[in-house]
């Protein structure tokens, strides 16, 4: 089918992590004042990256909830550490979302990025190693690696072609992440543990961790160390504050990254790592989770219509936007879990999107405020459409890739939590009135300050990178089956997982028992 | 099953999909260098050279637009009307056609397919849809000769058809959703058409925000539908009733939840109190879309959804009170807005929202079938009753103030009596359309086991104040002294023959649209009915049962008789004592300025919702985020700082060693404790 040898397809995934290293050890080697062509061969090895992992798509089957294009070696042997990676059908769009969007970032800083290119491009792809990694590892270790190595590249992405205050957003943006990664290590060393007590084996497996039966007191502390971690990633309400500092100060295909991949870290760990592992407490912190979310849905918006910089503005609504992601997960069901995945996926492209636009008009103006523009869609009509659509995606119109998403997890969280669910759904509404009031304020009204009036419409370039976007808006919108099949098995995996382990480790318990009693032996 | 042409159902809403695919693609590549050489732009200049036509001759594209445009709507009724007669050629009973397209969203047990569904309520919404929606497609033509954006106008007017049709034509809740959703988008966008006018875009992004908020409680009812019946489709919700309320499943309570919820949207998309404050707004688009979507069709999706759904309404009758209420209370609530406004659009934009009080209230006894009715002679008299104030104001070069119009009679040979007739007809003079279908809402929401005298009271007195100010609206414009500003007399003229003769067309409708339902007493055969009731059911034979029919007839003679006493008071106050109503103005300033500012109900949710949200919301960001949770986080670093030298030299620029450190450190602590 995708004419290539079956050997290569078989290691298709080595192939997709370290290609991306390959282009850095090229980088090396090219003049560093040739922008030009360090710009040229990034986006060349970007796109085939891109083009490599379609085949992983294509093939990938979606009845099956096992690991697929399996790559498997010994790495630490002593230790059980493997390097160990596969695909299935939680993580393939996320992959494809980092191949997808990657080439596309790149080519939006031809004209954004002017100094240290050779730098900004390496890190840029070393960034694409951590990223597909973490999405690819079945070995925690192997997995906390890439977690890690994601961090670095992104920081100095800010910290060094950020904007004014990019010091502070950057270190504010590792020590956040940073803090929530070691709470992790340290759980995922408690399970490395407990693993070798139970079975008398040495593993780092996550295969193998989904076997056990982890008794519910060690669940509730892993399951909070987890969750942190991925807490402070996602950003979940209250520790999204890194968030806005962090994309305001990025350039601009730093926050598309940020933005559509890195975030979808945190809720991809929930979703692989501390709902499946730990499904009793995940379960019986569902409505200190859920709430949260909702928080963030609604204080995100909230917030977000106050905003004054169109890049703040979207990075709060990032935060409305995964809080929908995580009360989809936190539904349990697969209505409410397929809908998390797509939403993951709509959000990087939807918000990804708006980070380029409000990049394509600080290139032509350098400024981001709101109160600067108006009018502008009488000088700019392509730049007008495709912001609306984009728009029109953001607030989830149906027709558009958000509808689908917000669809499925509302549908899926009502069945679990009605309550949650009528206060989440607000949130759709205020999407609506932050989104059109800013697209109001920028591209309607009369134009009053003279220096829009001779602002240049998208060229050949940028409609070239914002066109895949739009088709994937409508693609994922109306047709949306190409992308929910590959999820089923895997999705109905999880669930069936948090149904069985739950029955078994709460059989014998008493009926009625409460939390307290559960997890700290506190009782009446 | 063969299905014959109705195989091609899905032709209906794809005809007007393709205009605006062939439509946007001639704004973009035509229209789009025009506008930007007008924004004072040089643009880039490769190969639109043929689009670039003369000042004087309109551009060649422009020719092309106006023919795909309507064209597109025309053949969309063509096909429409081809299905609705395949389908009239069925036994009563066998009156439901459904087309599955493909599947859409499937997700564990939720199946909602792209679906088409033609049974007789949909036949009657398509054809309304596109034959009304063609006749204003063609009007637009001629109204919008002068507007440089042509192209982007009728890519939206299309859009619009295309959203409307599949709001009407699914067979299931979800795709009513899409295009529940679709025609709030277009209503925005059409009515923020003229966007560099700052009340224009205000209006639309008000528009699209309440419908939201109403689309809230839509979604919710959908939710709370599906995981009750297991299936959003119509068809199988409606089968399965019987077996849920039998096990226990459905309960009153439940079909209540449901129903309200859905009727929040209702209330929103079809402007209803207390979610009708956007409507009259919209009428800041141009006026063929007043007369489309904010008339004739989009507002009217709310009851078409209440009508769609009257099996689960029937079983909850709180719900039914409500709808009742709600209709009943908006009828008489915007009329008595409409006596007070002077801007023409706006008199028929609370009009428009108290017809659809009306409607609601037929939904609301019961009685679907006249609602379904009302909703369709409505649209013809509405879509009239706009098109020709257009026509108006066409003819005035703008101007809607109706004290600056007046003796306009003989100016607009065909626009007068056509609006004349339309005015006839809403105001329910027996023997035009809106007679039929008030009249039947009159006397069902008395006589129907759901009824009750004061919401025929109520009805019937809006009727009175219906007629009150249409006529006042027909006499302050087309009657008495010209009180136009010269500049603007010296140019008015009749509209071109692509604006009056849809004004004929409709004329036509307005008077004929409701033989098909004459009442029995009258001596006539309610076909529209026995059309509906594979849908509806058989209503009205029990009830005339219990009531003579001299009661009815009575009934009818007192609400033709308020009728006439609001057209005779309108007479009296308007070409007799003409200053009469400045005098009762000043008698009662108080409630006059009440009134006449709409009953502050806009300043009032400014003030109570949006400024309070607005506030809060800066208060959150501040308080909260800024001075709360970086408080914290600025603090720990703060101690952190001051903790140690190491601390101040990463800062200096070294940080990536900073982070493989931290990384290498924690490497190092998982070997010591795995080699320990």
Known sequence: ?524 | MVGGILDYLWLVPALPLLGVVLNGAIALFSERPLLLAEAGHEEAGHGHGDARGGDEAPAPYRKLVALIGPGVVGAAFAVSLLCVLQLAARAPQDRLFVQVLFPWIQAGGFTGSAALQLDPLSAVMILVVTGVGFLIHVYSVGYMSHEKAFARYFVYLNLFTFAMLTLVLGSNYLVMFVGWEGVGLCSYLLIGYWYEKQSASDAGKKAFIVNRIGDFGFILGVFLLFWTFGSVDYTEVFARIPALSGNGTLTTEIATAITLLLFVGAVGKSAQIPLYVWLPDAMEGPTPVSALIHAATMVTAGVYMVARSSALYMLAPVSMGAVAAVGAVTAIFSATIGITQNDIKRVLAYSTVSQLGYMFLACGVGAFTAGIFHLMTHAFFKALLFLASGSVIHALSGQQDMRKMGSLKKHLPITFPTMFIATLAIAGIPGLSGFFSKDEILWKSFSSEHGHLALWAIGTLAAGVTAFYMFRLVFMTFYGESRMEPAVEKHVHESPWSMTVPLMLLAVFSVIGGWVGVPEVLGGHNYFEEWMAPVFGHGAAHEAAHHPAALELALMAGSVLVALCGIALAYYLYRVRTKKPEEIAEKVPGLYDVVLNKYYVDEIYDIVIVRKVVNGSIWLWNAFDAAFIDGIVNGIAAVVRGAGDGVRRLQTGVVGNYAFSLLLGAVLVVGYILLR
Do not use: C
Not at chain 1, 50 to 58: G, H
Not at chain 1, 153 to 166: A, K
Not at chain 1, 350 to 361: N, R, Y
């Open chain 1, 1 to 524: 089918m995708t004419g290539l040898p079956a050997d290569f397809m078989a290691n298709i995934l080595t192939v997709l992590i370290f290609l991306p290293l390959a282009g850095v050890f090229v980088l090396f080697f090219l003049p560093r004042d040739n922008n030009r062509l360090l710009r040229n061969v990034t986006f060349a090895v970007t796109l085939l990256t891109f083009l490599l992992s379609l085949p992983v798509a294509l093939k990938l089957d979606g009845a099956t909830a096992a690991m697929q294009f399996v790559v498997r070696a010994p790495w630490i042997a002593d230790y059980g550490i493997e390097y160990h990676v596969g695909v299935d059908g939680i993580s393939l769009w996320l992959v494809m979302l980092t191949t997808f969007l990657m080439p596309i970032a790149i080519l939006s800083t031809y004209k954004a990025v002017e100094k240290h290119v050779k730098e900004f491009m390496i890190f840029m792809l070393i960034l694409e190693v951590g990223m597909v990694g973490v999405f690819l590892a079945i070995d925690l270790f192997l997995f906390y690696i890439f977690w890690e190595l994601v961090l670095i590249p992104m920081y100095f992405l800010i910290g060094v072609w950020g904007s004014e205050r990019r010091i502070y957003s950057a270190i504010k943006f590792f020590l956040f992440t940073f803090a929530g990664s070691v709470l992790m290590l340290v759980a995922i060393i408690a399970l490395y543990f407990h693993h070798h007590e139970v079975t008398g084996v040495y593993s780092t497996d996550l295969l193998r961790m989904y076997a056990l039966d982890i008794p519910v007191k060690l669940q509730f502390w892993m399951f909070a160390a987890f969750a942190l971690a991925f807490a402070f990633k996602v950003p979940m309400f209250p520790f999204h504050t890194w968030l806005p500092d962090a994309h305001v100060d990025a350039p601009t295909s730093g926050s598309v990254i940020l933005a559509a991949i890195l975030l979808k870290m945190g809720t991809y760990g929930f979703l692989r790592f501390a709902i499946p592992l730990f499904p009793v407490a995940a379960v019986d912190l569902m409505p200190a989770i859920g709430a949260l979310a909702v928080i963030g849905i609604i204080y995100g918006a909230l917030v977000s219509m106050v905003q004054k910089d169109m890049k703040k503005l979207v990075a709060y609504s990032s935060v409305s936007h995964l809080g929908f992601v995580m009360l989809g997960l936190f539904a349990f069901n697969v209505q409410g879990i397929e809908g998390g995945i797509l939403q993951m996926i709509n959000h990087g492209v939807s918000t990804g999107a708006l980070f380029l636009i409000v990049g394509l008009i600080y290139e032509r103006r350098h400024t981001r405020l709101i109160s600067d523009f108006g009018g502008l869609s009488k000088v700019l009509p392509v730049y007008a459409t495709v912001f609306m659509i984009v728009t029109l995606s953001s607030i989830g119109l149906p027709g558009t890739n958000g509808f689908v998403g917000e669809f499925l997890i509302l549908l899926g969280a009502f069945k679990t939590n009605r309550v949650l669910t009528v206060l989440a759904a607000t949130g759709v509404i205020l999407a609506a009135v932050y989104m059109l009031w800013m697209y109001q304020r920028v591209m309607f009204g009369k134009i009053t300050n003279e220096e829009n009036r001779h602002l240049r419409d998208l060229n050949a370039r940028e409609v070239a990178y914002m066109l895949p976007i739009l088709v994937m808006v409508f693609w994922i919108g109306v047709y949306p089956q190409t992308f929910l099949r590959k999820m089923d098995a895997s999705v109905q995996a999880v669930v069936t997982r948090i149904e069985t382990k739950r029955q078994a480790a709460l059989s014998g318990r008493p009926a009625g028992e409460t939390l307290l009693a559960r997890y700290f032996d506190v009782r009446k």
